[in-house]
T-cell receptor, first 117, second 115 residues
Framework: GAVVSQHPSWVICKSGTSVKIECRSL??????MFWYRQFPKQSLMLMAT?????????EQGVEKDKFLINHASLTLSTLTVTSAHPEDSSFYIC?????????????FGQGTRLTVV | GENVEQHPSTLSVQEGDSAVIKCTYS??????FPWYKQELGKRPQLIID?????GEKKDQRIAVTLNKTAKHFSLHITETQPEDSAVYFC??????????????FGTGTRLLVSP
C-alpha cells in the first residue's frame, strides 16, 4: 500500500515553545490530508482537514491559532503546535488518501508523540 | 455531523473463539466503512472495509457486515489468535459536498485473545 511518513516520531519541548510536525505522502499525491489527535486509550479525534493550496478546515472546538496547518505541496502537510502547554501532550497522527479516488483506504503516518514539560 | 458508536469497549476471548465488534452510525449518507487495527504506539492499519452498496465482505478470518437500514456494521473475527490482540476502530465516511472524505472513528474496542 501507499506510504505516509510522519516526522518526528516523538518530541519533548518546553512549555511556551512551538513544535512542527511533518506529514509526507511518499509515493502518491494527496490533495487532502487529515490530522488526528489521540489520547491514551482513546479514539482518534479529527482535528482538521488540510487542503493543498488553501486554508485548512478545522473541526469544532479546535483552535486555529493554536494548531497551525500548512499544506504547501501535494505531498507535504505540516502541523505546528504553537505556544505548547502540558495539556497539548498527546499522540498526533496524520492520514492521507490518494487524490481523486473515492471511498478507499486512508493511510496513516506513524504518529508523533508530543510531550510538553 | 456523523457520529459513530462502537461496542464493546473491551473484549476478552479465548484463542480459537470468535469475536464480534459492533458499530452504529448516524449519517444515512455515509457510504464507506473501514475497520482499523492499532497496536500499542503504532499507526492504525486497515484490515477490511465495506462500501454502502455491499452487505457483507469476507477476507479469510475476518468479515464485515453492513445493515444500511439500521445504520450499523459489524466486524467478525473467527478462530482468534493471540496476535489479534489490539485495539480495533470502526469508521465511517460521510458523503460530503466538499469531497474531502474525512473519516469519523468509533471509540475503539480493546481485544484481548488469551492463549
Amino acid at each position: 500500500g501507499a506510504v505516509v511518513s510522519q516526522h518526528p516520531s516523538w518530541v519533548i519541548c518546553k512549555s511556551g515553545t512551538s513544535v512542527k510536525i511533518e506529514c509526507r505522502s511518499l509515493d502518491f499525491q494527496a490533495t487532502t490530508m487529515f490530522w488526528y489527535r489521540q489520547f491514551p486509550k482513546q479514539s482518534l479525534m479529527l482535528m482538521a482537514t488540510s487542503n493543498e493550496g488553501s486554508k485548512a478546515t478545522y473541526e469544532q472546538g479546535v483552535e486555529k491559532d493554536k494548531f497551525l496547518i500548512n499544506h504547501a505541496s501535494l505531498t507535504l502537510s505540516t502541523l505546528t503546535v504553537t505556544s505548547a502547554h502540558p495539556e497539548d501532550s498527546s499522540f498526533y497522527i496524520c492520514s492521507a488518501r490518494v487524490t481523486g479516488v473515492r471511498n478507499t483506504e486512508a493511510f496513516f503516518g506513524q504518529g508523533t508523540r508530543l510531550t510538553v514539560v | 455531523g456523523e457520529n459513530v458508536e462502537q461496542h464493546p469497549s473491551t473484549l476478552s476471548v479465548q484463542e480459537g473463539d470468535s469475536a464480534v465488534i459492533k458499530c452504529t452510525y448516524s449519517d444515512s449518507a455515509s457510504n464507506y466503512f473501514p475497520w482499523y487495527k492499532q497496536e500499542l504506539g503504532k499507526r492504525p492499519q486497515l484490515i477490511i472495509d465495506i462500501r454502502s452498496n455491499v452487505g457483507e465482505k469476507k477476507d479469510q478470518r475476518i468479515a464485515v457486515t453492513l445493515n444500511k437500514t439500521a445504520k450499523h456494521f459489524s466486524l467478525h473475527i473467527t478462530e482468534t489468535q493471540p496476535e489479534d490482540s489490539a485495539v480495533y476502530f470502526c469508521a465511517a465516511t460521510p458523503r460530503m459536498n466538499t469531497g474531502f472524505q474525512k473519516l469519523v472513528f468509533g471509540t475503539g474496542t480493546r481485544l484481548l485473545v488469551s492463549p
